[in-house]
T-cell receptor, first 119, second 113 residues
Framework: GAGVSQSPSNKVTEKGKDVELRCDPI?????LYWYRQSLGQGLEFLIY????????KSGLPSDRFSAERTGGSVSTLTIQRTQQEDSAVYLC?????????????????FGPGTRLLVL | KNQVEQSPQSLIILEGKNCTLQ??????????LRWYKQDTGRGPVSLTI?????NTKSNGRYTATLDADTKQSSLHITASQLSDSASYIC????????????FGGGTRLMVKP
C-alpha cells in the first residue's frame, strides 16, 4: 500500500523566492502534521490538521509560512520570500487517531521529506 | 534498506512502574539517534540525542542507551507518571546521506492510575 508521499524530494531556490511543498497523506488518515528539521537540530513542529477542525498553527515560525489541506487530504506548505535559514528537511506525517476508553492512540506515518536549500 | 523498528507497538503500565522501549535500526551511515515524546496533536519533544560514541544518557526519569555495534537503543522510564502517556518515537539521522531521517513507528504508552 502507498505510504505518505512528498514532493519535490529536493528543492533548491534563491533567497526571496516562494516555494510550495506538497504532501499526500495515507488515504483515510484524518490527522496531518508538518515538521522541519534543520541540520543538527531536532524535529520542529510547524502545523497540525485534524479532520475539519481549525488547524493548530502554533509552530509556524513566521507569517511567511502557511499551509492548507484541501478536501481533508492533500496538504501544501508554502514558504514566501524564502530566507537562507529556511533551509531544512520538511517532513509530513499523517495518522489515524483512534480512541479507546478515553485514551487516544495514534501512529504517525512519515513521508520521505523535502530537502529545501535556499541559496 | 534503512529501517527503524520500535517495540512494543503499544504498552499499558500502572503508575509508578518502570518500562523500557526498544529501537532497532539498520540505518547506515549513522549520525545520531533521537528519542521523542509526542502527545496527539502536539509537537514532538526531544528527550535525548545519542551519537555514535555515547552509550547512556539520562534526562530526568528517562534514560536512553545506545549500542552502536548491535544497532540497538532503548529508552527506560523510571517511576512512570500519568503524564508519561504519549507516543515515543525513535528517529535515526544520517547526515552523510543528505540529512536523511528514518522514523520508527513509535510506541504508544499509556500509564494508568
Amino acid at each position: 500500500g502507498a505510504g505518505v508521499s512528498q514532493s519535490p524530494s529536493n528543492k533548491v531556490t534563491e533567497k526571496g523566492k516562494d516555494v510550495e511543498l506538497r504532501c499526500d497523506p495515507i488515504s483515510g488518515h484524518t490527522a496531518l502534521y508538518w515538521y522541519r528539521q534543520s541540520l543538527g537540530q531536532g524535529l520542529e513542529f510547524l502545523i497540525y490538521f485534524q479532520g475539519n477542525s481549525a488547524p493548530d498553527k502554533s509552530g509556524l515560525p513566521s507569517d511567511r509560512f502557511s499551509a492548507e489541506r484541501t478536501g481533508g487530504s492533500v496538504s501544501t506548505l508554502t514558504i514566501q520570500r524564502t530566507q537562507q535559514e529556511d533551509s531544512a528537511v520538511y517532513l509530513c506525517a499523517s495518522s489515524l487517531i483512534v480512541g479507546d476508553s478515553g485514551a487516544v492512540w495514534e501512529t504517525q506515518y512519515f513521508g520521505p521529506g523535502t530537502r529545501l536549500l535556499v541559496l | 534498506k534503512n529501517q527503524v523498528e520500535q517495540s512494543p507497538q503499544s504498552l499499558i503500565i500502572l503508575e509508578g512502574k518502570n518500562c523500557t522501549l526498544q529501537c532497532n535500526y539498520t540505518v547506515s551511515p549513522f549520525s545520531n539517534l533521537r528519542w521523542y515524546k509526542q502527545d496527539t496533536g502536539r509537537g514532538p519533544v526531544s528527550l535525548t540525542i545519542m551519537t555514535f560514541s555515547e552509550n547512556t544518557k539520562s534526562n530526568g526519569r528517562y534514560t536512553a542507551t545506545l549500542d552502536a555495534d548491535t544497532k540497538q537503543s532503548s529508552l527506560h522510564i523510571t517511576a512512570s507518571q500519568l503524564s508519561d502517556s504519549a507516543s515515543y518515537i525513535c528517529v535515526v539521522t544520517s547526515y552523510n546521506a543528505g540529512n536523511m531521517l528514518t522514523f520508527g513507528g513509535g510506541t504508544r504508552l499509556m500509564v494508568k492510575p
